[in-house]
T-cell receptor, first 113, second 107 residues
Framework: DTGVSQDPRHKITKRGQNVTFRCDPISEHNRLYWYRQTLGQGPEFLTYFQNEAQLEKSRLLSDRFSAERPKGSFSTLEIQRTEQGDSAMYLC???????????FGQGTRLTVV | KNEVEQSPQNLTAQEGEFITINCSYSVGISALHWLQQHPGGGIVSLFMLSSGKKKHGRLIATINIQEKHSSLHITASHPRDSAVYICAVRIDDKIIFGKGTRLHILP
């Protein structure tokens, strides 16, 4: 499978716990994006990377959220001290820089109870 | 102000009807995607357009760059087409999503 993969697909956690999601982009793609989608809404931009550099962060990304892409390949999104409002679908996408087409992962659905 | 607007937000139609979903955007883009999202949430990319028209099976997508508008058409709609259809545009380094159109096809 050469698409964008995300792990896990589903995560249920108790409020206050930390969670970490992983995104594996298409191997030659140097841009990687994270989005959050709440019920009934379109995905909202969180952050994106060019290789290992995090180039932009949305104000939606509070200080409880951190994203890394240490070697410019896979990326992790960590949420610390989860809150019920963090319950959402977290989507990852990747693309080549200068290229137009983006590819989307299946998403990780987080439920905070 | 939303950079990407979709209409309608919700659409219910009978099986067999011709469906049109619209997407308008406010700035210059390098590409536009139409995506399908089923309950359970996984996103499937249907089309990527930078000009003209593309067809895949019963799905047709068109884009008018000058008018900053794209449409997704479904011919001979079927209940299995029921899903949320999302328009996403590539603006510089970002991908901006519309809020989606919830389509329900009745048998």
């Amino acid at each position: 499978d050469t698409g964008v993969s995300q792990d896990p697909r589903h995560k249920i956690t108790k409020r206050g716990q930390n969670v970490t999601f992983r995104c594996d982009p298409i191997s030659e793609h140097n841009r990687l994006y994270w989005y959050r989608q709440t019920l009934g809404q379109g995905p909202e931009f969180l952050t994106y990377f060019q290789n290992e550099a995090q180039l932009e962060k949305s104000r939606l990304l509070s200080d409880r959220f951190s994203a890394e892409r240490p070697k410019g390949s896979f990326s992790t999104l960590e949420i610390q001290r989860t809150e019920q409002g963090d319950s959402a679908m977290y989507l990852c996408a990747s693309s080549k820089s200068g290229g137009a087409e983006a590819f989307f992962g299946q998403g990780t659905r987080l439920t905070v109870v | 102000k939303n950079e990407v607007e979709q209409s309608p937000q919700n659409l219910t139609a009978q099986e067999g009807e011709f469906i049109t979903i619209n997407c308008s955007y406010s700035v210059g883009i390098s590409a536009l995607h139409w995506l399908q999202q089923h309950p359970g949430g996984g996103i499937v990319s249907l089309f990527m357009l930078s000009s003209g028209k593309k067809k895949h099976g019963r799905l047709i997508a068109t884009i008018n760059i000058q008018e900053k508008h794209s449409s997704l058409h479904i011919t001979a709609s079927h209940p299995r087409d029921s899903a949320v259809y999302i328009c996403a545009v590539r603006i510089d380094d970002k991908i901006i999503f519309g809020k989606g159109t919830r389509l329900h096809i009745l048998p």
